[in-house]
């Protein structure tokens, strides 16, 4: 791993525990500041909000500045955040303390992207991008545990305080590591060249993949746990254990996509789609039983991550000639459709659907989606076009 992807990723790790861990430390954060754990849980949706909303608006406004430069900002206004937010004196500033974070974190996922695969050469994009997204891996296995532990021993402020540390380390890597050159070479293509790459059929339809995703990850996961605990009939103390596999299975499978992103994408990604609804599937069998489901669990996180590497590493490789808001779209993709996702799943439960149903749902989006990837793939082959390299015509390549 060279020592910019190192500084990206450090970066990447400390912007995702920040994001998770805060559900950790939820019923401390709500006593803290005198607020119902319901109310204290719109932090959450406040955080993915900002990823959605604020994160593509910052990344138009910052796209002419370097590069390297506006990482290192984003870095320190995510340690001011973890200040704020650990002497935060109500609810009400922390809300707007966690909002205004979570913009620096759309933002700088969008731009970490980007440069992470301008360091690297074409055939190695796909496990540039895998890097960044170990470092969201990451923080949910170490991270958010780590950071969980600390405030229930220290009380919730000094998890953040933990967070304000974590920050200042990955402010010192991007500092001393980045090349002064990280990112494209070129300035931005301007504002209509970003908007029109976003009409080429390889951007949009690896948009609705990825929205598929989110339908078939976050309607189980949202709900694993009484998941586990009705349907399973886990202890509670084995629900940790379970979560542990689909975090370790997410880690292999960043990795395992980078090296799929590297290869044949569209091929290996209608295969891993379709696998995937098999996974599903399987889960919805074997839900009764403690081992299998297990199992299961492993191989669905693993494969949720190897498909989410190859998504990104397309949408990288068809706006590489104007790539800014292309790249902040996707971070709020994710969150967007994690929003979505959670509503889908409530719907459901609240309509007489059972725990054990919802692997079912992301079946069907599985199939949608492997659907779209073969029609896309098949529009691409007859245009016979290329991805765009960087830096050059917007126009290029289109198909």
Do not use: K
């Amino acid at each position: 791993m060279s020592p910019p992807l190192i500084a990206l990723f450090i970066a990447a790790f400390a912007f995702g525990t920040t994001e998770f861990v805060v559900a950790g430390v939820l019923p401390e954060v709500a006593d803290g500041l005198n607020v119902a754990v319901p109310t204290a849980g719109y932090l959450v949706s406040a955080y993915a909000l900002g990823i959605a909303i604020g994160g593509p608006l910052l990344t138009i406004a910052t796209a002419r500045l370097p590069r390297r430069t506006l990482i290192i900002g984003l870095i320190i206004a995510f340690v001011i955040g973890q200040a704020a937010c650990a002497m935060a004196p109500d609810f009400g500033s922390m809300l707007a303390f966690r909002f205004a974070t979570a913009i620096a974190h759309g933002c700088f996922f969008g731009v970490a992207m980007v440069v992470a695969v301008s360091l690297v050469p074409p055939p190695q994009r796909g496990r540039a991008v895998a890097i960044v997204l170990a470092g969201l891996t990451v923080s949910n296995i170490v991270g958010v545990p780590v950071g969980t532990a600390i405030g229930s021993v220290w009380g919730w402020r000094s998890t953040f305080w933990a967070m304000f540390a974590l920050g200042i380390a990955a402010m010192a890597a991007a500092v001393m590591l980045l090349p002064r050159t990280a990112g494209p070479s070129t300035r931005s293509a301007g504002f209509r060249a970003e908007v029109r790459v976003l009409s080429r059929q390889q951007v949009w339809t690896s948009l609705i993949i990825m929205l598929m995703l989110m339908m078939a990850q976050f309607i189980p996961f949202t709900y694993i746990a009484p998941m586990l605990r009705d349907i399973t009939h886990l202890d509670e103390y084995l629900i940790p254990w379970m979560l542990l596999l689909i975090g370790l299975g997410s880690t292999l499978g960043v990795y395992a996509g980078g090296r799929l992103a590297d290869g044949r994408l569209m091929r290996g990604l209608v295969a891993t789609l379709l696998i995937q609804a098999v996974a599903l599937l399987a889960i919805y069998a074997v839900s009764p039983y403690a081992l299998p489901m297990a199992l299961a669990l492993t191989v669905w996180g693993a494969l949720n991550f190897s498909i989410g590497t190859a998504v990104q590493t397309r949408i990288l490789a068809w706006t590489a000639d104007a790539p800014n808001l292309a790249s902040s779209l996707i971070p709020s993709g994710f969150n967007v459709g994690i929003a979505l996702a959670a509503s889908i799943g409530a719907m459901l439960l609240n309509g007489g659907y059972g725990y054990r149903s919802l692997p079912l749902i992301g079946v069907a989006a599985m199939i949608v989606g492997a659907g779209v990837a073969l029609l896309s793939a098949a529009a691409e082959h007859r245009a016979g076009r290329m991805p765009p390299m960087a830096g050059g015509p917007a126009e290029a390549s289109r198909a």
